[in-house]
């Protein structure tokens, strides 16, 4: 089983930057940040390939977020700018061994991050 540990998240302007690391032991095919609000189920943010060849970023937030990965240290990134008060969440790392084209959906991941809060105020 891979594990997830993150770090990053906070209290920022809207207009801020943050970035969130998730570091892995332990190889996995795919590395994606959800996100959840109260009430609301987990939503696809972005996604990386083991080797970072390969990235899908949600529509909502493409042009302002970018997902990276430190492939020597294995550590995925989430550089988050010009962050908008709706981008406030629980934001969560997991892997997932799915080997074709990277799913989207929460149920293919099979290890999570503990999640991290990121609070947008305006």
């Known amino acids: 089983q891979v594990q997830l540990v993150q770090s990053g998240g906070g209290l920022v302007q809207a207009g801020a930057s943050l970035r969130l690391s998730c570091a892995a032991s332990?190889?996995?095919?795919?590395v994606a940040w959800f996100r959840q609000v109260p009430g609301k189920a987990r939503e696809f943010v972005a996604g990386?390939?083991?080797?970072?060849?390969?990235?899908s970023v949600a529509d909502f937030v493409k042009g302002r977020f970018t997902i990276s990965k430190d492939n020597a240290n294995d550590i995925v990134y989430l550089q988050m700018n010009s962050l908008k008060p709706e981008d406030t969440a629980v934001y969560y790392c997991?892997?997932?061994?799915?080997?074709?084209?990277?799913?989207?959906?929460?149920?293919?991941?099979?290890?999570w991050g503990q999640g991290t809060q990121v609070t947008v105020s305006s």
């Open positions: 332990g190889r996995t095919f795919y």
């Open positions: 990386i390939s083991w080797s970072g060849d390969v990235t």
């Open positions: 997991a892997a997932s061994k799915t080997r074709y084209s990277m799913p989207r959906g929460e149920d293919f991941y099979d290890s």
